[in-house]
């Protein structure tokens, strides 16, 4: 158990769904961040936030929203997404952007 | 173009044997590597990690190895152990960045038997 908590494990939607991935971590850290692995794939970055702030966004597609409402919580608001959105989309946090992650168990988005 | 690569997409080994993985990189910006390891159904965890201005980190079984001239990192898992058995994936920054911005490579996925 890492202290960070994604849900839910698993996620099946079709491309007119709107969906939200949740992340919540127990650890007192101050960045979190969103990554997506796709099949033989590196991982990519998606999103950083640091302090509730987003500080970068990798040019991710519109369809993804990203939402920090606090530092403990993180958000992936997921809409009219498409076949090749289908991923493990992992979350992770530091307790600085400069520090170590700790990962999530990921959701994996299955897209019809 | 990756700037991580692990050439090796799997490797098998015998337990108590050395286990080699290998990481090559592109940037020579990057100044801070780390392995993580992932088990399936469960997100990476942090292993292990070097700065450049080192070339060798040790922890219990786990070894780091950084060649700068070559731009390869090396782990060394001795003795290699049936828990062992994971994806190992290789991450490279500039430490003087913000470590979100971690580029990783695709992962070798390590069997040691029995």
């Known amino acids: 158990e890492t202290g960070v908590t994604q849900t839910p494990r698993h996620l099946v939607m079709g491309m007119t769904n709107k969906k939200s991935l949740k992340c919540e971590q127990h650890?007192?850290?101050?960045?979190m961040y969103w990554y997506k692995q796709s099949a033989k794939k590196p991982l990519e970055l998606m999103f950083v936030?640091?302090?509730?702030?987003?500080?970068e966004n990798n040019s991710v597609p519109s369809r993804f929203s990203p939402e920090c409402p606090n530092s403990s919580h993180l958000f992936l608001h997921l809409h009219t997404l498409q076949p090749e959105d289908s991923a493990l989309y992992l979350c992770?946090?530091?307790?600085?952007?400069?520090?170590?992650?700790?990962f999530g168990s990921g959701t994996q988005l299955s897209v019809l | 173009d990756q700037q991580v690569k692990q050439n090796s997409p799997s490797l098998s080994v015998q337990e108590g044997r050395i286990s080699i993985l290998n990481c090559d990189y592109t940037?020579?910006?990057?100044?801070?590597f780390l392995w993580y390891k992932k088990y399936p159904a469960e997100g990476p965890t942090f292993l292990i990690s070097?700065?450049?201005?080192?070339d060798k980190n040790e922890d219990g079984r786990f070894t780091v190895f950084l060649n700068k001239s070559a731009k390869h990192l090396s782990l060394h898992i001795v003795p290699s152990q049936p828990g062992d058995s994971a994806v190992y994936f290789c991450?490279?920054?500039?430490?003087?960045?913000?470590?979100?911005?971690?580029?990783f490579g695709k992962g070798t996925k390590l069997s040691v038997k029995p």
């Open positions: 992770a946090s530091s307790p600085g952007v400069d520090e170590k992650l700790f």
């Open positions: 650890l007192g850290h101050n960045a």
């Open positions: 936030y640091n302090f509730k702030e987003q500080t």
């Open positions: 940037n020579s910006m990057f100044d801070y």
């Open positions: 070097i700065s450049s201005i080192k």
């Open positions: 991450a490279a920054s500039n430490y003087g960045g913000s470590q979100g911005n971690l580029i």
